[in-house]
């Protein structure tokens, strides 16, 4: 690495500084002498939480504390890593924190917000591959997409990893971080075959946390010990194979499903790997991607552990109507319901679609017991929306509290006025309206 002499010089001028500093102990000196007989540990969480210039600093404090910053353990370079000498650039800094290095780095963390070369990331990610590192975070916010190095395939400690901005293409010999745990990457290009092998190739993963990635069409995940999936961005399809510990799930599609004539049901598809989940977050064009293939009243196994459901439904299409109906009907575990109501694809609707609630007659079939909070934002006076307050109101015998926010001002006093006057089987439900 390319070096600079003054800044490789500090630890000697400090060294200097306390060799002409009085000889006879201070009130200070006293104090500082009972932080560093503290426990080597809470000395190095110390240090782990201040910022690295701050870090660099407490060699001063005395000689027991010269080499203590050097052997730091988690290192963190943001837009706090600036020098005063303006001929010192942020890659000089980083370059010296690594060569004066002692021991392992099992954290190491670069977030810079100007441009970086990628010449300089390849140098300090080839220092990482060569020790223990357990959690790194390259996140890249200034210039094209950073293409990982090879070498970046060999860092087999990593635990949590994160990536944003980067072009992920591993070596033919790459065969899986084994220890991997967390995943989150961002804003990432990878190819189909790629991003399902080196999911396949984590067994340990347990959290997994995808956002706006490309050059992969189909989201097809295999990981037996996942336990929490927050996807956001477009995909043609979803699949989820070996996920049954999966406990939460986050998922938003960016994109219009387009119906398949004849194909099998979404809906059925996606819930059968999951027995266990218990907090299930759809947006977007979820919705509509579940709706796709045979309408289903209730799924043919109950989802037992779901407590927390969120949607976004768009109540001027029937198909999500009634997916978002089986869903709360399969849930008979749900305490708590947050419905969006998405009005990015209105449309004037008649028929089928406003009368949907009438055609149920006496076999709506839809009890929850367990029920306590309903929240529904941007609700409007239309009839199938309304409808389904009713139905919601008509069916949670233990419902403690529904909250409604209209998506406008106008009319919303008329539109109180309706819901007050609709049936509830709980005796203590208070209804609470907010304004938008």
Same mark, same amino acid.
């Given at each position: 690495?390319?070096?600079?002499?003054?800044?490789?010089? %500090?630890?000697?001028?400090?060294?200097?500084?306390?060799?002409?500093?009085?000889?006879?102990?201070?009130?200070?000196?006293?104090?500082?002498?009972?932080?560093?007989?503290?426990?080597?540990?809470?000395?190095?969480?110390?240090?782990?939480?201040?910022?690295?210039?701050?870090?660099?600093?407490?060699?001063?404090?005395?000689?027991?504390?010269?080499?203590?910053?050097?052997?730091?353990?988690?290192?963190?370079?943001?837009?706090? *890593?600036?020098?005063?000498?303006?001929?010192?650039?942020?890659?000089?800094?980083?370059?010296?924190?690594?060569?004066?290095?002692?021991?392992? !780095?099992?954290?190491?963390?670069?977030?810079?917000?100007?441009?970086?070369?990628?010449?300089?990331?390849?140098?300090?990610?080839?220092?990482?591959?060569?020790? *223990?590192?357990?959690?790194?975070?390259?996140?890249?916010?200034?210039?094209?997409?950073?293409?990982?190095?090879?070498?970046?395939?060999?860092?087999?400690?990593?635990?949590?990893?994160?990536?944003? #901005?980067?072009?992920?293409?591993?070596?033919?010999?790459?065969?899986?971080?084994?220890?991997?745990?967390?995943?989150?990457?961002?804003?990432?290009?990878?190819?189909?075959?790629?991003?399902?092998?080196?999911?396949?190739?984590?067994?340990?993963?347990?959290?997994?946390?995808?956002?706006?990635?490309?050059?992969?069409?189909?989201?097809?995940?295999?990981?037996?010990?996942?336990?929490?999936?927050?996807?956001?961005?477009?995909?043609?399809?979803?699949?989820?194979? #070996?996920?049954?510990?999966?406990?939460?799930?986050?998922?938003?599609?960016?994109?219009?499903?387009?119906?398949?004539?004849?194909?099998?049901?979404?809906?059925?598809?996606?819930?059968?790997?999951?027995? #266990?989940?218990?907090?299930?977050?759809?947006?977007?064009?979820?919705?509509?991607?579940?709706?796709?293939?045979?309408?289903?009243?209730?799924?043919?196994?109950?989802?037992?552990?779901?407590?927390?459901?969120?949607?976004?439904?768009?109540?001027?299409?029937?198909?999500?109507?009634?997916?978002?109906? *089986?869903?709360?009907?399969?849930?008979?575990?749900?305490?708590?319901?947050?419905?969006?109501?998405?009005? !990015?694809?209105?449309?004037?609707?008649?028929?089928?679609?406003?009368?949907?609630?009438?055609?149920?007659?006496?076999?709506?079939? *839809?009890? %929850?017991?367990?029920?306590?909070?309903?929240?529904?934002?941007?609700?409007?006076?239309?009839?199938?929306?309304?409808?389904?307050?009713?139905? %919601?109101?008509?069916?949670?015998?233990?419902?403690?509290?529904?909250? %409604?926010?209209?998506?406008?001002?106008?009319?919303?006093?008329?539109?109180?006025?309706?819901?007050?006057?609709?049936?509830?089987?709980?005796?203590?439900?208070? !209804? !609470?309206?907010?304004?938008?």
């Amino acid at each position: 690495m390319p070096t600079n002499p003054n800044w490789l010089s %500090l630890l000697d001028q400090i060294s200097e500084e306390q060799r002409k500093a009085p000889k006879s102990p201070s009130k200070m000196e006293v104090e500082l002498d009972s932080i560093s007989n503290l426990p080597r540990e809470i000395v190095e969480k110390i240090l782990a939480r201040l910022p690295i210039k701050e870090a660099v600093r407490t060699s001063i404090l005395s000689t027991k504390w010269r080499y203590k910053p050097a052997m730091l353990q988690n290192l963190k370079f943001d837009e706090q *890593c600036v020098s005063t000498q303006n001929h010192i650039t942020f890659a000089n800094i980083v370059d010296q924190v690594l060569l004066l290095h002692i021991g392992p !780095i099992h954290k190491f963390e670069l977030s810079h917000r100007d441009f970086l070369a990628s010449a300089d990331i390849d140098r300090w990610v080839l220092h990482l591959s060569r020790s *223990c590192v357990k959690c790194l975070k390259l996140l890249i916010w200034t210039g094209h997409r950073y293409k990982l190095p090879s070498c970046f395939f060999s860092c087999q400690d990593i635990i949590h990893l994160r990536l944003h #901005n980067c072009i992920l293409k591993p070596p033919s010999t790459f065969r899986g971080f084994k220890s991997l745990e967390h995943l989150d990457i961002r804003h990432v290009t990878l190819a189909q075959h790629v991003f399902e092998d080196f999911i396949v190739r984590c067994p340990m993963l347990k959290k997994l946390i995808l956002k706006y990635c490309d050059g992969f069409p189909n989201l097809c995940i295999d990981a037996p010990n996942l336990k929490l999936l927050d996807i956001d961005g477009s995909f043609e399809d979803v699949s989820l194979q #070996n996920t049954l510990h999966l406990e939460h799930v986050d998922i938003r599609l960016e994109f219009k499903v387009r119906w398949v004539v004849g194909g099998s049901s979404n809906l059925l598809k996606f819930f059968v790997h999951l027995p #266990n989940i218990r907090d299930l977050q759809i947006s977007g064009y979820v919705l509509k991607y579940l709706a796709v293939g045979p309408l289903l009243r209730k799924l043919p196994q109950p989802i037992l552990f779901l407590n927390d459901l969120y949607m976004d439904v768009n109540f001027t299409d029937l198909e999500e109507i009634t997916t978002a109906l *089986c869903l709360v009907r399969s849930s008979p575990a749900l305490r708590k319901l947050e419905i969006v109501v998405n009005h !990015i694809d209105y449309h004037h609707v008649v028929g089928e679609v406003n009368s949907w609630f009438e055609n149920l007659g006496e076999n709506s079939d *839809c009890q %929850l017991t367990e029920l306590r909070r309903i929240e529904i934002d941007a609700i409007s006076d239309a009839k199938a929306e309304l409808d389904f307050i009713k139905l %919601l109101l008509l069916s949670s015998p233990v419902l403690e509290c529904m909250t %409604l926010k209209p998506v406008s001002v106008d009319g919303s006093l008329e539109l109180l006025k309706q819901v007050v006057r609709f049936r509830r089987a709980s005796v203590q439900a208070e !209804i !609470i309206f907010l304004d938008s």
